[in-house]
C-alpha cells in the first residue's frame, strides 16, 4: 500500500463521517472505488436499515457509466456477508468483479470477525487490511467497545458559560439558553447517536425536559431518570409521553418499599422502573450500564447536573465528554457550577485526541477520558492514534 492508496482512504473516513447520527446502533461507514488512478464512485452507509457504503459505491459508478470491474475498492469497514436489513456486501462485490479489495479494519462482530474477508478471499479477490486502522477504529469507537466487551459507551455532556456555570440562577424568569441555537442543534444530532440519554431527578424537577431529539426522528431513546428517592412527578412531560418514547426510572429498593404506590402509578404511566437491590444512598451505576446494554444500547448520553456527572467521572465510566461553552460570564446570576462536584477528583482527569468546534460565538470541546484506569480499558479495544478522523468522537 502506499501514498494513493492512503489518500483514498482517508476520503471514504470523511465519507464515513457523514452517516454518524443516522447509522447507530450501525457503524459509519465510507467507501471508494478507483480505477486507473481516478474515483469512479463513492459512497457511504446513509440510514440504520439502508444500504451500505460498498452497495452505494458500486451504484454510483454508473454516474459516470463506468464498471467498476478490475477497479480497486477503499472501505472503511470490513465487508458484511450476511443477511440483515439488507444483503451480503460481499456478493455485491463479487458480482461488481472488484478485483481489490483494501480494508481499513476488521469487524469484531460474532456475524463477520473475518468471515467477509475470507469469502473475497475465496473468490480471488485481492484483500488487504490495516491502511488507517487506527482512525478507523476511533471513528466508531462505540461499536468497538460494545463488540469486544458488551458494555456500552458513555457520553457526558453539558452546556456552561466562561466561569462554569450552567443555568441561570433565577428559576421564575423565563427559560433563557445558556448556548446558542445552533450549539443546541449539534446536542440534537448527539442525542440521535444514542441508544439512551441520563439525566438525574433534580434535572427533571427544575426543567420538566422531555429528553428527545429534536426533530424527532427514527430511532427514540431511551430516557433514563436517576431518582433515589422515588420523587418523580406523575405529571412530568416524561411520564406522559412514555408511548412515544420510552422511559426507565433508577431508584433504590428503599424508595419503593417506602412507597410502592407511586412506584405502581409509574408502571402504570407505561414506564419501566429499575430497583437497585443495594443498600446505598444512590443507585450503582455500573448495574444501570449493565442493564442497558443487555438491551443492546451501544451508546449512552448523560445530560444530568455537576453531581450526576461527577459520579460517572469517579466510578471511570465516562468514555467522552463534550462540552459546550458559551461567551457569557454570569457570576451571582448562574447557578449549578460544574467544579464543585468534581473537587474531590483526586487526580485531574485529562483528554485525549481533543477536538475544538465553533458554532457561532460558542465553542464545543470534545476528547476521550485520558485516565489511566479508562484507558487502560480502553486500550483492548484499540491502540489509538495520534490523528483523528473527523466527527470520529
Known amino acids: 500500500m502506499n501514498a494513493l492508496d492512503e489518500k483514498f482512504m482517508r476520503s471514504a473516513l470523511m465519507l464515513a463521517g457523514k452517516g454518524i447520527g443516522s447509522v447507530e446502533p450501525n457503524p459509519a461507514v465510507g467507501c471508494i472505488i478507483v480505477k486507473a488512478g481516478q474515483m469512479i464512485g463513492k459512497g457511504y452507509h446513509k440510514k440504520f436499515g439502508g444500504p451500505h457504503a460498498e ?29 440483515g436489513k439488507t444483503g451480503p456486501c460481499t456478493d455485491a462485490i463479487i458480482k461488481a468483479r472488484i478485483a481489490r ?27 488487504e487490511v490495516g491502511l488507517c486502522e487506527d482512525e478507523a477504529r476511533l ?34 424568569q423565563e427559560k433563557r439558553w445558556i448556548t446558542n441555537e445552533l450549539s443546541r442543534a449539534d446536542a440534537h444530532r448527539l442525542r440521535r447517536r444514542v441508544g439512551a440519554i441520563v439525566v438525574g431527578i433534580n434535572t427533571v424537577l427544575a426543567d420538566n ?29 416524561l411520564l406522559r409521553t412514555t408511548k ?11 424508595a419503593v418499599e417506602a412507597n410502592p404506590k407511586h412506584a405502581e402509578r409509574i408502571r402504570k404511566r407505561g414506564a419501566k422502573v429499575l430497583v437497585c437491590e443495594e443498600a446505598a ?38 468514555d467522552e465528554i463534550r462540552v459546550y461553552i458559551a461567551p457569557k460570564i454570569l457570576g451571582a446570576d448562574g447557578t449549578a457550577f460544574i467544579g464543585e462536584p468534581m473537587k474531590d ?14 458554532f457561532g460565538d460558542d465553542v ?7 485516565d489511566p484506569s479508562i484507558r487502560q480499558e480502553r486500550a483492548k479495544i484499540s491502540a489509538l492514534s495520534s490523528v483523528c478522523a473527523p466527527e470520529s468522537i
Open 281 to 318: 444512598e444512590t443507585p450503582d451505576l455500573h448495574l444501570l450500564l449493565d442493564r442497558l446494554s443487555e438491551r443492546s444500547v451501544q451508546q449512552v448520553l448523560v445530560e444530568g447536573g455537576p453531581r450526576v456527572l461527577a459520579s460517572f467521572l469517579r466510578e471511570g465510566l465516562a
Open 101 to 127: 479489495v483494501v480494508v481499513a479494519t476488521g469487524d469484531p462482530s460474532a456475524h463477520a470477525n473475518g468471515k467477509g474477508l475470507d469469502q473475497l478471499r475465496q473468490a480471488g479477490v485481492e484483500v
Open 209 to 237: 425536559p422531555m429528553l428527545t431529539p429534536r426533530p424527532s426522528k427514527g430511532k427514540k431513546p431511551i430516557r433514563v431518570v436517576l431518582d433515589s428517592d422515588l420523587r418523580i412527578p406523575l405529571k412530568s412531560r
Open 139 to 172: 471513528l466508531n469507537a462505540p461499536f468497538f467497545k460494545y463488540a469486544a466487551t458488551g458494555k456500552c459507551w458513555v457520553v457526558l455532556k453539558w452546556a456552561q458559560s466562561i466561569d462554569g456555570k450552567l443555568a441561570y440562577a433565577d428559576p421564575s
Open 244 to 254: 412515544t418514547s420510552p422511559v426507565l426510572v433508577y431508584t433504590r429498593k428503599a
Open 345 to 358: 477528583l483526586m487526580q485531574g482527569i485529562g483528554l485525549d485526541h481533543v477536538q475544538i468546534k465553533t
Open 55 to 83: 452497495v452505494n459505491a458500486i451504484a454510483d459508478c454508473a454516474t459516470l457509466s463506468i464498471r467498476p470491474e478490475g477497479g480497486t475498492m477503499y472501505v472503511t469497514l470490513e465487508p458484511c456477508c450476511h443477511v
Open 364 to 370: 464545543c470541546l470534545r476528547g476521550l477520558l485520558a
